[in-house]
């Protein structure tokens, strides 16, 4: 217990991060690594809750002309397919995993409520929330703000396929330059994309951190629970300089 820094966390999983080949699909070679890697942090007695986005099956943009609110609908939809997907996966290798939906769908997943998170969480089984907020023109970066807010996580880990939040584009400009630290107030102003407003917004308010880092493979989730210097943190601490 002495191993980590935080005893409950929300770790916010992109759907592309977990994609297959091509960008699309679910992989499970792949998402058997990250959960194996989640897997060790509850054996060192961290509490985790997943929110999974769905990028790698469905994004409302692709909607066309499509009501936004069909198209979030189905994005939701998709959020579930990959939390199911999640769940078998930390099943197959041992691990105690259960779904919450924010959408009543009984035959697929309990719904949400704070409490059974919690109690679900106490009892040392992982909890995926799944669709979202349950409503539509919210994304599930915003999902997780509010579901860590929820469940008082100590703070939120946003997995990305970026190592932390860069002052440019790192992959238009070789210069650009990663923060170590930004407080939500600079995040907002700069209009930095890496989480979205509402998101940060939330998280401002409720005076929660957020760790933004690189997937990978899922060592860094280890390494964030455990205190490692890695990514850029968010938070409501000004602090001069920060960047790397």
């Not at 915003?142 to 807010?149: F, N």
Request: glycine fraction near 10%; hydrophobic fraction near 40%; include cysteine.
């Amino acid at each position: 217990m002495s191993d980590i820094k935080y005893k409950r966390v929300l770790i916010k999983l992109s759907g592309e991060a977990l994609a297959a080949a091509g960008g699309f699909g679910f992989d499970f070679d792949l998402a058997a690594k990250v959960c194996d890697k989640i897997k060790q942090c509850t054996q060192l007695g961290v509490q985790i809750a997943i929110v999974v986005g769905a990028g790698n099956l469905w994004r409302g943009r692709q909607g066309g002309d499509m009501d936004r609110s069909a198209a979030d609908q189905m994005g939701m939809l998709a959020t579930m397919i990959n939390c199911l997907a999640l769940k078998e996966t930390f099943r197959s290798i041992g691990c105690r995993a259960e779904v919450l939906s924010a959408s009543f769908m009984p035959q697929y997943a309990e719904p949400y409520t704070k409490s059974k998170a919690c109690e679900y969480l106490d009892d040392g089984r992982i909890v995926i929330f799944g669709c979202g907020t349950g409503n539509p023109y919210f994304t599930t970066d915003t999902a997780a703000a509010l579901k860590a807010a929820e469940i008082e996580a100590d703070i939120a880990l946003f997995a990305k396929n970026i190592d932390g939040v860069y002052d440019s584009d790192p992959k238009q400009n070789a210069g650009a330059k990663r923060f170590s630290h930004l407080s939500y107030t600079d995040l907002l102003s700069k209009h930095l994309k890496v989480i979205d407003a509402t998101a940060a917004a939330l998280c401002e308010d409720n005076d929660m951190p957020v760790l933004i880092f690189e997937l990978g493979d899922g060592s860094n989730i280890v390494k964030a629970v455990t205190g490692k210097d890695i990514g850029t943190v968010l938070n409501n601490k000004k602090q001069s300089g920060g960047k790397l």
